[in-house]
T-cell receptor, first 113, second 114 residues
């Protein structure tokens, strides 16, 4: 069974540009989460989808971040326009319905110059 | 407030020595506790988890953790470390009652001395 996959693995962009991160959860997992780790800090929650609906987006830092999960399968996280403080590693995780055990992807390392 | 504290940012131990990584949490509801490991270039891998039952839980790779409710702690241990254990370790807490966000500690980086 394939695990959670994320694309790209690395992205380097300039301040003001747009970047879109993609996450493919484990097949059949209704719950999908985005987390972020800024350099040297803890891993912080961004948002939680249940199927295609946003269950909790309390961790989204501002309106430059837009997450979607059309059709309840893969998800995208768009940052527009990117700022220097957006640099970090973005993790995606998924879990089965009503299950708390989350499986994490390898992360996307975003560098904003 | 819900939080997880890992007081040790970086620990170095000799190969073959024992290891204990500390974790304290603050959580209002019944906690679901986790330890994750991130090896260089890899994603987060679940080492072990605890909700209820025996307070000493066994995980993968020879790791174990002990839940102490009175101390709000969930320390990770291994009797004898291997060079391949060099990684960053994260303690985390979530709600058992629902699938929801996990709150992570800031991580402890483990280095192994040959």
């Amino acid at each position: 069974e394939a695990g959670v996959t994320q694309f790209p693995s690395h992205s380097v962009i300039e301040k003001g540009q747009t970047v879109t991160l993609r996450c493919d959860p484990i097949s059949g997992h209704d719950n999908l989460y985005w987390y972020r780790r800024v350099m040297g800090k803890e891993i912080k929650f961004l948002l939680h989808f249940v199927k295609e609906s946003k269950q909790d987006e309390s961790g989204m830092p501002n309106n430059r971040f837009l997450a979607e999960r059309t059709g309840g399968t893969y998800s995208t996280l768009k940052v527009q326009p990117a700022e220097l403080e957006d640099s970090g590693v973005y993790f995606c995780a998924s879990s089965q319905v009503l299950r708390q055990e989350q499986f994490f992807g390898p992360g996307t390392r975003l560098t904003v110059l | 407030a819900q939080s997880v504290t890992q007081p040790d940012i970086h620990i170095t131990v000799s190969e073959g020595a024992s290891l204990e990584l500390r974790c304290n949490y603050s959580y209002g509801a019944t906690p679901y506790l986790f330890w994750y490991v991130q090896s260089p270039g890899q994603g987060l891998q679940l080492l072990l988890k605890y909700f209820s039952g025996d307070t000493l839980v066994q995980g993968i790779k020879g790791f174990e953790a002990e839940f102490k409710r009175s101390q709000s702690s969930f320390n990770l241990r291994k009797p004898s470390v291997h060079w391949s254990d060099a990684a960053e370790y994260f303690c985390a807490v979530g709600a058992y009652s629902s699938a929801s966000k996990i709150i992570f500690g800031s991580g402890t980086r483990l280095s192994i001395r040959p």
